[in-house]
């Protein structure tokens, strides 16, 4: 098993920075992608960010340019730094984990969220 433990979030004006961290824990056996996702209000999951496990990255269309994905010392940690926020940022931002439990076990895990609020 898999597990997501996020941190970071909150409430901050718009124009204001935020930063989001990602663990991973378990039976990794191979990594092959991190993201960040989030909800909007219409109750859709839209991706946010993602870095592979041979670090390329892929951004929304909405964050390009405002946001950045990277990792930490070690893979299975990864961070989204949020710059120039806008309140429709204003989502719960959910990171998914996604590669093997071993040489054939694939798995594909979501932390519980993380509510990250732009005021006006």
């Known amino acids: 098993q898999v597990r997501l433990v996020e941190s970071g979030g909150g409430l901050v004006q718009a124009g204001g920075s935020l930063g989001l961290s990602c663990e991973a824990s378990?039976?990794?056996?191979?990594?092959?992608?991190m993201a960040w996702y989030r909800q909007t209000p219409r109750n859709q999951r839209e991706l946010v960010a993602m870095?592979?496990?041979?670090?390329?990255?892929n951004y929304g269309d909405s964050v390009k340019g405002r946001f950045t994905i990277s990792r930490g010392d070690v893979e299975n940690i990864v961070y989204l730094q949020m710059n120039s926020l806008k309140p429709e940022d204003t989502a719960v931002y959910s990171c998914?984990?996604?590669?093997?439990?071993?040489?054939?076990?694939?798995?594909?895990?979501w932390g519980q969220g993380t509510q990250v609020t732009v005021s006006s």
């Open positions: 378990g039976s990794i056996y191979r990594l092959v992608a």
């Open positions: 870095i592979t496990a041979g670090g390329s990255t």
């Open positions: 998914n984990a996604r590669g093997y439990v071993s040489v054939r076990d694939q798995f594909d895990s």
